[in-house]
């Protein structure tokens, strides 16, 4: 595969005005017609070059140009296209071409999902459709033609509706009309025997609009959380950003079989069906907000990635950093801020940082790439909306809001760049942000090194930060970044000192240097900082804390995520301890400072529940693999288990107490405060569960049996699936599925609470779990359940000492890569690290990745993971 590089780029050199398309449907042979109005774009330059378009896995049955059919000989079939002479600056091109959605396995394209058509053309599906030049800025408008056989009785696509009827042979046909211009990645089309939800949305300004979601009869009853997530996110974006949405039809359509969360097409949404439905019976508490951040996120894309979309798809990050930041600004404010920001920094600071320091590293706005579809990742994602919310924290919520207003205003209906984001912003509040764009460009996570001095004599507190950034493939050296970097300094009461004349107990501090000083004066002791409050950067920050500081800032900060970072870094310290006890051999105990802290915050009544069960959780062990310089498997392990076992013991009575304290009959709401409670509750379950006290297994068997919602019952079952003894754990895994064998998304919740689980999910067990009926290698949900979940979220099992986990990795990996090549190049990652693990589990790994490049021709999507990862 060839590398594409965003120092190329050029503008296209054809437009298209307007696309009709015409699908009549069929398994393995959909026919589709396209009628194209180009035009030769007035930017590009002099001349008439030939017109390249798009396509793979095509097969063309005929080409015309005003009408007139092109003879074979004049055109020329490509690998991956088609090239056209053209003799006039405007021209009305038709193609026909038909296409096999049966066996489309990649998920990419048309294809079928449980008898359903449907599509995903972002980024580069439509290719799959019909020949087009497909790329994010030719932007057109579309209208859309399904002509099916009567067993499809719900014909979608974007739009609004403008005709249906039925065709001489007695098939039904529905039209579509886009009115706004758009994209080819934006296409979407859906064919099948559905049913609907239906409600209603009156904009700000008045305007009604249709709301639909559409699934399989059978999860009707599943929607009702979507919709109202839905209706609050409409709400939202016109509240906090002045956007409407533009259409007078909205629809959401639940798939099966689905690559990643969901797609945000123009005016017809298709979602991962694990990510829209729900019922309290059969979903958690994470899943209902996962469902409302991705409702959220889609739905803010109509604004941020539709009205105004990305010029090349280097540009990733302008769409998708910007909607991760808005999605979890929505879920701030309709859920616990501070649960939602751990929830998020934790999930950065463990996979996000470890793909910058990984041989994938990449900057938020890559240079280059062999497979796109290989960029969607935690880095354009979210580091690109850390770097959004950085410029919110430099610009403050009404600068930042002047700079989005700017930005629509200025670039609706275009395909722009991250630089146009930037631009709007400075102009919108007068700023230079010349150094911030760095973050754009520099792959990456700084560390701040931190330390300090204090003058009793003048009272003058001397803050010194140094700044750093490891290199990354392709980047050595690294010039310094603008960080803000907020603080608030603590008195020996633990309240805020006063910073400055006007008593603002907090600052935002400009790293801008290598190394600079900041001066606070007029303190009458030594404060103690409390550093990168609420996480305002992407940073790394070493301070030398002692243990008594720490255990002061978990009690005292104001900032409710430094409380909970405090409670990180103690635990760290300590599991870093018994690593290095481990090693050496000596016995391991676990220090009584830590413990009596641990056993305070259990016992605090005034801080909220969720924030206590964060505070609770010990690192995982991806965290501490990320933390460390050399990954040491097995000490991981051991440390880790150790800890939460002695913390276990310690604290049993007053886990027990808690847990008791929490258990309630009341009906299940997914309302923040219950969430906090059932979130506390079953993290003292758990670690009850810890001790495999036969007590302590015997609340989770009644937990497990008498639970009224999926939140508790699944807590309970995992407790089981971890500590209960082997008959036990069979048992209790049979009857779930017994009960729950017909719903989908429970049984992908059973087969993820096995295969994570660090007693049972064994190799021997996955592999059982893949002969299961219910596995089916075609489905991503069901292989990211199992297999994924083996080797993402089961540390112990898939680091096993003899490298066989990391072998099957590899031999499943080389099996999807045939199917699907998406889900093949992200199942991959786990085994692409080798080089930060020691000794021998490292050439372990390295030899498993090693097999998968030579087993044959790689697709692009695995092969450049591989190579890049191997190199
Ligand atoms: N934009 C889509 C992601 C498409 C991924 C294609 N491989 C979902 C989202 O970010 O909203
Ligand atoms: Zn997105």
């Known amino acids: 595969p060839s590398t594409v590089y965003l120092k190329d780029y050029r503008v296209p050199e054809y437009l298209v005005d307007s696309t009709r398309l015409h699908f009549e449907l069929q398994p393995k042979a959909t026919l589709v017609k396209s009628q194209l109005k180009i035009r030769r774009n007035p930017a590009a330059g002099e001349g008439l070059p030939p017109l390249v378009l798009d396509g793979v896995e095509l097969e063309l049955l005929s080409v015309s140009i005003d009408g007139k059919l092109v003879p074979a000989s004049r055109y020329q079939e490509l690998p991956q296209g088609l090239s056209i002479p053209v003799d006039a600056p405007e021209f009305e091109l038709e193609i026909h071409n038909r296409i096999n959605p049966e066996d489309n396995t990649s998920l990419e394209g048309l294809y079928l999902s449980n008898g359903m058509y449907c599509t995903q053309c972002e980024a580069e599906g439509f290719r799959k459709i019909t020949y087009y030049p497909d790329r994010p800025d030719v932007m057109s408008r579309f209208t859309t033609t399904i002509v099916a056989p009567r067993q499809y009785p719900v014909l979608l696509s974007n739009g609004n509706e403008t005709a249906r009827g039925t065709t001489e042979d007695g098939r039904q046909f529905v039209t579509w009309e886009d009115p706004f211009a758009k994209p080819s990645y934006l296409f979407a089309l859906v064919a099948g025997d559905l049913q609907q939800v239906e409600d209603s949305y009156t904009t700000a300004s008045g305007r009604e609009v249709k709301l639909q979601i559409f699934t399989e009869a059978k999860n009707i009853g599943k929607c009702d959380h979507a919709m109202r997530s839905l209706k609050k996110a409409m709400r939202w974006d016109e509240e906090v950003y002045g956007r409407e949405y533009d259409l007078d039809i909205f629809m959401v359509v639940a798939v099966d079989h689905f690559n990643m969360g969901a797609m945000e097409n123009k005016g017809l949404n298709i979602f991962n069906s694990a990510c829209v439905l729900a019922s309290p019976e059969t979903a958690t508490d994470s899943t209902f907000q996962r469902i409302e951040s991705i409702v959220g996120h889609e739905y803010f894309h109509n604004w941020s990635g539709n009205r105004v979309t990305c010029r090349d798809w280097f540009q990733l990050s302008l769409k998708e950093g910007f909607t991760v930041f808005r999605d979890a600004e929505f879920s701030a404010d309709m859920n616990s801020r501070a649960v939602k920001r751990i929830e998020d920094v934790s999930m950065l600071r463990t996979t996000q940082f470890a793909e910058d320091g990984g041989p994938m590293a990449h900057p938020v706005r890559p240079d280059s790439y062999m497979e796109i579809s290989n960029f969607y990742t935690l880095t354009v994602y979210e580091k690109g909306a850390e770097v959004v919310r950085m410029i919110h924290t430099l610009l403050g919520a009404e600068g930042f809001r002047k700079g989005s207003d700017l930005y629509f205003e200025r670039h609706d209906g275009c395909a722009v760049t991250c630089e146009d984001f930037i631009k709007a912003m400075e102009d919108a509040n007068g700023v230079g942000l010349t150094q911030f764009r760095r973050w754009y460009s520099q792959a990456g996570t700084p560390v701040l090194d931190v330390t300090d001095a204090y003058d009793e004599a003048t009272g003058n507190y001397a803050l010194t930060v140094k700044q750093s950034c490891p290199p990354t493939p392709g980047q050595e050296q690294k010039l310094p970044f603008h960080i803000p970097l907020a603080l608030g300094l603590l008195g020996a009461e633990g309240t805020d000192l006063p910073l400055d004349s006007a008593g603002n107990t907090q600052v935002v501090l400009q790293v801008t240097e290598q190394e600079q000083t900041f001066n606070f004066t007029g303190l009458q002791e030594k404060p103690l900082p409390s550093l990168l409050r609420d996480f305002s950067a992407p940073v790394k920050v070493r301070y030398g804390y002692t243990t008594e500081q720490l255990l002061f800032l978990m009690r005292n900060d104001s900032d409710a995520f430094n409380r909970w970072d405090a409670s990180q870094r103690l635990a760290f310290m ?91 009959d009341k009906p299940y709401s997914p309302d923040a405060a219950e969430i906090a409670a059932r979130s506390l509750k079953n993290t003292c379950l758990t670690y009850l569960c810890v001790t495999e006290d036969t007590d302590a297994l015997e609340l989770a068997q009644q937990q497990f049996h008498r639970a009224s ?163």
Request: charged fraction near 25%; include cysteine; aromatic fraction near 8%.
């Open 709 to 871: 919602n999926m939140t508790d019952s699944a807590a309970a079952l995992g407790a089981l699936v971890n500590f209960a003894e082997a008959a036990d754990t069979e048992a209790a895994l049979a009857q779930f599925y017994q009960r729950w064998r017909q719903d989908t998304q429970v049984v992908e919740l059973w087969f993820g609470l096995q295969s994570t689980s660090a007693r049972w999910g064994t190799l021997e067990k996955v592999r059982e779990l893949m002969q299961h009926p219910a596995f089916e290698q075609k489905n991503p949900n069901k292989v990211r359940a199992v297999i994924g979940g083996f080797a993402n979220r089961n540390f112990t099992q898939f680091h096993r000492a003899d490298g066989s986990g990391f072998e099957f990795v590899a031999e499943q990996v080389i099996a999807l890569d045939k199917l699907n090549p998406q889900i093949a190049a992200r199942l991959v990652i786990p085994i692409t690290r080798w080089k930060k693990y020691r000794g021998e589990l490292g050439e372990k790994m390295q030899g498993a990745l090693q097999a998968v490049m030579d087993s044959g021709k790689l697709s692009a999507d695995l092969y450049e993971v591989v190579s890049k990862s191997l190199a």
């Open 574 to 664: 300590a599991l870093e301890q018994l690593q290095s006890d481990y090693r050496q051999g000596k016995s391991l105990y676990l220090p009584e400072a830590l413990v009596a802290a641990y056993r305070s915050v259990l016992q605090n009544r005034d801080l909220d529940p969720a924030l206590i069960a964060e505070m609770l959780a010990l690192p995982s062990e991806q965290t501490l693999a990320e933390q460390s310089e050399q990954i040491d498997a097995e000490a991981i392990i051991v440390a880790r288990k150790f800890a939460r076992g002695a913390l276990a013991k310690a604290l049993k009575d007053d886990l027990l107490v808690c847990y008791r304290g929490l258990h309630s």
